[in-house]
């Protein structure tokens, strides 16, 4: 008596179908992975040492006065990937100069307090950890503004990059 053994046929094609699912977060995290070093590397290039007033780049190109001398404000950018609530990837935070390791841990401990918003889905947090980063922010003073300026079409290039290796499945 020869049969299929159904039951071992929906138990192969289930475990092969979460095989492809995890395969394809994986995917999805790597690919924001690269967007947030993208990102960040975007916020924290070097504009001067001197943070760029976005209105002052756009229309005139000149540099304002404010002037990073000791890096910290730079040093807490930085990025995670949150799943369902919890940090499954951390990507780099700090800079260069003088003792900047404060100012990486704000910043860590800045976008771990944030995860905690995003109990469900995949996040990619970019955040600048100093207190006063939203200050320069709010007075026009580019921040993190280069890169949220950047972020959607490296988030689009990066979900089509997923998809076509979906498709590869």
């Avoid at 860590?108 to 995003?118: G, Q, S, T």
Wanted: charged fraction near 30%.
């Amino acid at each position: 008596m020869s049969g299929f053994n159904y039951q071992l046929i929906q138990e192969q094609a289930e475990a092969l179908i979460v095989q492809k699912l995890a395969d394809i977060e994986q995917a999805i995290l790597y690919n924001l992975q690269v967007v947030g070093e993208v990102l960040r590397n975007k916020a924290i290039e070097d504009k001067g040492a001197i943070p760029i007033r976005v209105s002052d780049k756009i229309s005139k190109g000149t540099k304002p006065h404010y002037l990073d001398q000791s890096h910290h404000l730079r040093s807490s950018i930085g990025y995670i990937i949150v799943v369902n609530g919890e940090v499954c990837r951390e990507g780099e935070f700090g800079g260069v100069g003088a003792d900047v390791t404060e100012a990486k841990s704000e910043g860590v401990d800045y976008a771990k307090r944030l995860a905690r918003e995003f109990p469900t889905g995949i996040t990619l947090l970019l955040v600048a950890g100093k207190e006063y980063a939203y200050y320069l922010d709010k007075e026009g003073w580019d921040v993190l503004t280069s890169a949220e300026l950047i972020a959607e079409d490296e988030l689009v290039k990066a979900m089509k990059r997923v998809e076509l290796g979906i498709k590869k499945l």
